[in-house]
């Protein structure tokens, strides 16, 4: 039955990202300072905005729940189809366990005498059996939990701003000089990560045509203003670095936020304690909205035959893709145990780029081929749009490849795998 309209999609979209506001950016000022992080999200920021109006035409042309698989799989066929596919399951399984990371990092602020990981795995048995109970009560669940994320950021910033000093944000703008920019692309990437995912419930919408062009478009718009937001109130209070390593500390942190505001109003006023709580509602949202999307996206994969077709299937009392949700959430806690939040949320970023890049030229393919397909939606400035999405993602790959070999090569290992399963599954079928 659908029954997602566009306040529902919006509340999803950014939902999906939100979390990137509240962790895991502040990564990036380690590999390239203030400057260097700017540089690259500036240039993100193009890359999505271009991609989301382009990708905005194939939801609505194909409103079909396995997303950017089933755009390349009817432009470009089903190998591009499998790899695009794949490239988005691997995005969608590995960005929760760096957001139940931060989760963990988070609630620790509160209960240091619990071990984070704990709280992490928790997190994923809860909110993976909400999503197996059904979507409308997991779209309601993710647009509470993400209008109050959203006021809490502006919360933030409201405190922040007025304390902010143009000088911090100069200092030590640039460490690894530009390269360093280049480095901190996956971070730039993480702050709009699986805004893509709103496709992915396509199936689910009321008048898709109309709801995923207004809820994309609102959601964009809205993580843009946040993005900003965020990203100047919390570097402006006391530079970058007191944002990345807590007090007499050398490891990151998972938990940016709370350590700028603990500068204005120390640890134990009462805005520092809301952070931290309503803060754990954005992480959570993120958390909740991309293991909707992987179960679907993952579905498809199994509906198909791409992967073992007990995937595939829906519990018969939900109707939601229980199995697939589940060993998603075995595979990502796998993940979890290796602690490294930053390479997990490379790799997450790896498949995000190729889903980008198979995507655009699906558009292309399709633009080409099936130039009467009905688009209820068309991408303005084409080909401008695509072709900035498509430039700047290539670009992104090829950077992030040479700043991460080791996690290049182990994304390409995963890769490679899963392809020769697929023509081997393809023979036997």
Excluded at 92 to 100: G, L, N, R, S
Excluded at 191 to 218: C, D, W, Y
Excluded at 387 to 401: D, K
Aim: a neutral charge.
């Amino acid at each position: 039955m659908k029954t997602l309209g566009p306040l529902m999609l919006w509340g999803l979209g950014v939902g999906y990202v939100i979390s990137g506001m509240y962790f895991g950016w502040n990564l990036g000022l380690a590999e390239g300072g203030t400057l260097g992080l700017a540089i690259a999200t500036f240039f993100i920021i193009i890359m999505y905005l271009t991609f989301t109006f382009s990708y905005t035409e194939l939801a609505c042309a194909i409103p079909k729940a396995g997303g950017a698989f089933d755009y390349a799989d009817r432009a470009l066929g089903k190998k591009l189809g499998f790899l695009a596919g794949m490239a988005q399951n691997v995005e969608f399984i590995f960005a929760p366990p760096a957001i139940a990371a931060a989760i963990g990092a988070y609630f620790n602020i509160f209960f240091p005498q619990i071990d984070t990981l704990y709280i992490a795995i928790l997190a994923y048995l809860l909110f993976t059996g909400l999503n197996i109970l059904g979507v409308r009560a997991a779209a309601i669940f993710e647009l509470v939990i993400t209008v109050l994320a959203v006021l809490e950021l502006l919360i933030f910033a409201g405190v922040c701003l007025p304390h902010m000093k143009v000088e911090n944000l100069t200092l030590n703008a640039l460490p690894n000089g530009f390269q360093g920019a280049f480095a901190a692309i996956p971070f730039a990437i993480w702050f709009f990560l699986a805004i893509e995912g709103v496709a992915n419930v396509a199936e689910e919408a009321k008048n898709p045509q109309r709801s995923i062009l207004i809820g994309f478009g609102s959601a964009i718009f809205t993580l843009v203003v946040l993005c900003l937001l965020t990203f100047v109130s919390a570097v402006g209070v006391d530079g970058w670095e007191s944002i990345v390593y807590p007090p007499g500390s050398t490891e990151a942190s998972d938990s940016p936020l709370p350590l700028a505001l603990a500068k204005i109003v120390g640890d134990s006023h009462l805005l520092y304690h809301l952070l931290i709580t309503v803060g754990l509602f954005g992480l959570v949202a993120s958390f909740h909205g991309i293991i909707l999307a992987a179960g679907r996206s993952t579905f498809e994969f199994g509906r198909v035959g791409y992967i073992p077709k007990s995937l595939g299937k829906v519990h018969p009392k939900t109707l939601t893709p229980a199995n697939a949700l589940v060993v998603n959430m075995l595979i990502g806690i796998v993940a979890l145990l290796t602690g490294k939040t930053g390479e997990i949320i490379t790799i997450a970023c790896f498949g995000a780029l190729t889903l980008y890049i198979v995507s655009m030229f699906s558009f292309f393919a399709l633009r080409k081929n099936e130039p009467d397909l009905d688009r209820p939606f068309k991408v303005p400035l084409y080909p401008f749009f695509p072709a900035c999405a498509l430039i700047i993602a290539s670009l992104a790959l090829v950077a992030m490849t040479i700043y991460n070999l080791k996690l290049a090569l182990i994304y390409g290992l995963i890769m490679l795998a899963a392809y020769l399963w697929f023509l081997f599954t393809e023979k036997k079928n």
